[in-house]
């Protein structure tokens, strides 16, 4: 008898976004577990000084030790889309990047490495997790990051008032406030962009039933091992026609 997984209900934390004080869109960060595994997904819409669109980033990761298993970015900006797709294969001991079927790269797969999400998920889990004052190393693909622990501090939030501990990204210097109680929700992110800093604050947190995110959408690589199984089939097929 097969062994069902159970499935968490999915965790929704909706944000306002700002710019120099100014309203620039809203984002909605979503989270479930099935197993061992932590589905994330962030959606961007902008507005105003950032422009008009709508960012969707979602992730498949390690629940507990935050290694990526894909991750893919889908951008819709005047009406077109672009969709990065990144799998993270240690058992074949290779990254595959897409953005089309006929634009695809492969690196070696030499360090679990995050992505963006899954980041943010580590950082709520080092906000529970026994503090020793280090800085940490972070496997990114292309680089790197280092996080720091930059101290507590008292947030006046959505939620009322929540002491959050505060991490520092580098490069780049984005800073993310985590709150100090489980289950750890992001109270608060700045990043730096080109045109100043971006200012994400919580505004709701509530549960849904379901979210769009990689947990039903398959992958390039299984895409591909379905067209060669139909291909396998299709002969296998014809052969025993010509017998």
Known sequence: MPVLLSRM?????????SARGRPVGS??????????????????????SLGQGTITQSSRC???????????EETQVRGEARIYDVEFSADEGLVVASRGRNDRATIPYVQPYRDPLSLLDELRAAAGAKDDGRPWRVPMLGKDVVVQRSGDVMLETALGPRRARVFVVHPGGSVVYVDV?????????VQRVEDGVV????????EDDEMESLESAPS???????????RRRGRRRRGRRGT
């Open 9 to 17: 209900p999915v965790e929704v934390c909706s944000y306002r976004l």
């Open 27 to 48: 984002q909605t960060l979503k989270r479930s577990e099935r197993g061992r595994t932590a589905f994330l997904e962030a959606r961007l819409l902008l507005q105003g």
């Open 62 to 72: 390690h629940a507990q030790r935050h290694h990526s298993h894909q991750f893919r």
């Open 181 to 189: 109680e489980p289950p750890h929700y992001l109270l608060r992110l």
């Open 199 to 206: 200012d994400a604050t919580i505004v709701r947190v509530h």
């Open 220 to 230: 390039e690589s299984e895409k591909q091992g379905a067209r060669r199984r139909g």
